[in-house]
């Protein structure tokens, strides 16, 4: 008898998650028609929040995954969120896989093939406020953030919790370690870490 109450909880569980996975992707695809953004194909675990502003743009490939929250991603408990600034554009190739990233386009982002996004990690092209104090208290503040394109080339894996920053490259296969934060472009092939991130050694291929 014990035993078969544990087999029909993990039957209901199961159905129940079905269902509510066939409900979240109506939900994404509705979302996502009424943001403009264009996707291939996509699973989509928990609700995400997306926003993408009048003139702007959001282009994504095959196969894109995103988990969103605790239940569904290991040491992530935040949602994806993914905003798209006026006329700026954020272009995802074939097979993004990413949980509870932030992505904040106000210019320019482009995303390759099979790039992997860990846990948190954040990508902007934006330093959001001016860096002239005089100008950052005004109302001219966020006219004047300056912002840059940002490019994570194909088979890119960023680590959970890094932080990608305006007008960064990041070559193709290369690995940034967990917690980075990126301020200039990461050449292929190589992984790097730390706050600044630096160079930590080539990968062998």
Known sequence: MHKL?????KVIKEIRFRIAF????????IIFYLNGIE????????????????????QIGRN????????????????CKIFVGKDASLIIGDNLGM??????????????????IGGEAKIVDSNFHSLDPFIRA????????????????????IGTNSIITKGVTIGENSIIGAGSVVVKNIPP??????NPAKFIKKLKR
């Open 5 to 9: 109450i544990i087999i029909l909880y």
């Open 22 to 29: 066939m409900y979240r992707q109506i939900y994404i695809i």
């Open 39 to 58: 996707c291939k194909s996509f699973k989509c675990y928990g609700k995400p929040k997306l926003n993408v502003s009048l003139g702007g743009k959001c």
């Open 64 to 79: 894109f995954k995103m988990n969103n929250g605790v239940h569904f991603s290991n040491g992530s408990v935040k949602p």
């Open 99 to 116: 949980s509870g990233v932030l992505i904040c386009a106000k210019d320019k982002i482009e995303i390759g093939n099979n790039v992997k």
């Open 138 to 157: 005004s109302k001219e503040d966020i006219q004047n953030a300056k912002s840059a394109p940002v490019k994570i080339c194909d088979n890119a894996f």
């Open 189 to 194: 092939n190589e992984i790097w870490g730390g």
